[in-house]
Structure formats: structure tokens, C-alpha cells
């Protein structure tokens, strides 16, 4: 089983910026490829940004020049940089993996964070 521990949300007034991170707990030979997803109430979980199978990072629509995914220089750990946030960016956000990458061989894995509350005021 692998833990994934997102750090760095908050509170931001809307135009500013908040940083997140993802790290993958457990020592592991896999590396995994992330993404990361939010949730706000009412709403079912969205992707926000990750690579795809193809290995190209993506974006959602409402987040496109204003989100930046990048991997850290650790294995298994990934940031999103969100700038110019806006109120309707409030939501929790989880990191996720649904790939392990092991020597040649890409294995389906699906693993969820706790999730952190990332909340943006007017």
C-alpha cells in the first residue's frame, strides 16, 4: 500500500498563489505517475492537472495558464503551483496515482491522498 501526503494548502485571497505538494510514503521501486484531482461540496471529484498515458502533462480547462504541474527532483513526489486563484478554486485537493512505472513494465495502480482544503476568498 502506498500513502500519498499532500502538503501546502490553505487560505488565499483571490489573485494570489498556493503551492502544493505530493509525496509518495512508502520507499517503493515503482515510479508513479501523479495527478492531482479537487473536489468541492456539492460537486464530484474533477482532474485538475497530471500526465496522461502518453506522458504529456494536462490541464483542465478552467485552471490552463494559471496552474503549473511539475515533478520534484525526489522520486514520486509532484507540486501543482496555483496562481491566480479564484474563489471558485475552493475545493480539496488530491493527489493520485494511476500508474506505477517498474523497469519496462507500467502497471495500473490506483492510489488516493486525504486530500487537502484549499480555500480562496473574494
Known amino acids: 500500500q502506498v500513502h500519498l501526503m499532500e502538503s501546502g494548502g490553505g487560505s488565499a485571497q483571490a489573485g494570489g498563489s498556493l503551492r502544493l505538494s505530493c509525496s509518495a510514503s512508502?520507499?517503493?521501486?515503482?515510479?508513479?505517475?501523479m495527478q492531482w484531482y479537487r473536489q468541492a461540496p456539492g460537486k464530484e471529484r474533477e482532474f485538475v492537472s497530471g500526465?496522461?498515458?502518453?506522458?504529456?502533462?494536462s490541464y483542465a480547462d478552467a485552471v490552463k495558464g494559471r496552474f503549473t504541474f511539475s515533478q520534484g527532483n525526489a522520486k514520486n513526489t509532484v507540486y501543482l503551483q496555483m496562481n491566480s486563484l479564484k474563489p471558485e478554486d475552493t475545493a480539496r485537493y488530491y493527489c493520485?496515482?494511476?500508474?506505477?512505472?517498474?523497469?519496462?513494465?507500467?502497471?495500473?495502480?490506483?492510489?488516493w491522498g486525504q486530500g487537502i482544503q484549499v480555500t480562496v476568498s473574494s
Open positions: 500526465v496522461d498515458s502518453n506522458g504529456t502533462t
Open positions: 512508502a520507499v517503493s521501486r515503482c515510479s508513479y505517475v
Open positions: 493520485s496515482t494511476d500508474r506505477c512505472i517498474l523497469e519496462d513494465r507500467v502497471v495500473p495502480v490506483r492510489y
